[in-house]
């Protein structure tokens, strides 16, 4: 099993609609969570860290549920530059820092 | 306002070459990580820097080396290139550890051996 785990996808949704990603870890002593963000050929920039009580910036929301291991990442209102790769990340203490592979995301007109 | 500045962006290698992936940073960051990243895969981490004179390896070291003679380089040295390092590799640096700080990174080099 993966340590990280997410839906490849890719996910195709029109503009406007809400798309939700999740994504599993295995390690119960992680410690802290993150979502980022990869366009195509880019570097990974950080879309938003993932707090206990969930936390939300604009149109996107974080959730982590510690007793079932998974985060989730909600996106409102989806727009054409919301597409790219959605990197969940799970750090586990020191510098043990596992990147799932990531989730695509195709928004269309 | 540069951040981290990897160079170069692109290079083909000859199986058993050798040549030196640059990084640099102006945040004063102590903690500094090379990562490669292939398809399909979550990012990999190679070796990781807290300080100046100070590196680890990672998860994925070898066929590579390291050195941090100051805060801001980091390079990566490949020696004896092989298809199997074939990637797209990033630098990055945190302010703290990378499990509680989120990472800066450069914006890759791709590398291809052939």
Redesign the interface.
Same mark, same amino acid.
């Given at each position: 099993r993966k340590e990280?785990e997410q839906d490849?996808g890719p996910f195709n949704v029109p503009e406007g609609a809400t798309v939700a990603f999740n994504c599993t870890y295995s390690n119960s002593a992680s410690? /802290?969570f993150?979502w980022y963000r990869q366009d195509c050929?880019?570097?990974?920039?950080?879309l938003m /860290?993932v707090y206990s009580s969930g936390n939300e910036d604009g149109r996107f929301t974080a959730q982590l549920n510690r007793a079932s291991q998974y985060i989730s990442l909600l996106i409102r209102d989806s727009k054409l530059s919301d597409s790219a790769t959605y990197?969940c990340v799970v750090?586990?203490?020191?510098?043990?820092?596992?990147?799932?592979?990531?989730t695509r995301l195709f928004v269309k007109a | 306002n540069a951040g981290v500045t990897q160079t170069p962006k692109f290079r083909i290698l000859k199986i058993g070459q050798s040549m030196t992936l640059q990084c640099t940073q102006d945040m004063n960051h102590n903690y500094m990580?090379w990562?490669r990243q292939d398809p399909?895969?979550?990012?990999?981490?190679i070796y990781?820097s807290v300080g100046a004179g100070i590196t680890?390896k990672?998860e994925v070291p070898n066929g590579y080396n390291v050195s941090r003679s100051t805060t801001e380089d980091f390079p990566l040295r490949l020696e004896l290139a092989a298809p199997s390092q074939t990637s797209v590799y990033?630098c990055a640096s945190s302010p703290r550890? *990378? *499990?509680?700080s989120?990472?800066h990174?450069?914006?890759?080099t791709r590398l291809t051996v052939t």
């Open positions: 990280v490849p410690q /802290s993150f050929r880019k570097e990974p920039k950080l /860290s990197l750090g586990a203490g020191g510098f043990k820092t596992i990147f799932g592979a990531g | 990580y990562y399909g895969m979550g990012l990999k981490l990781y680890d990672g990033f550890t *990378a *499990a509680n989120p990472l990174f450069g914006n890759g």
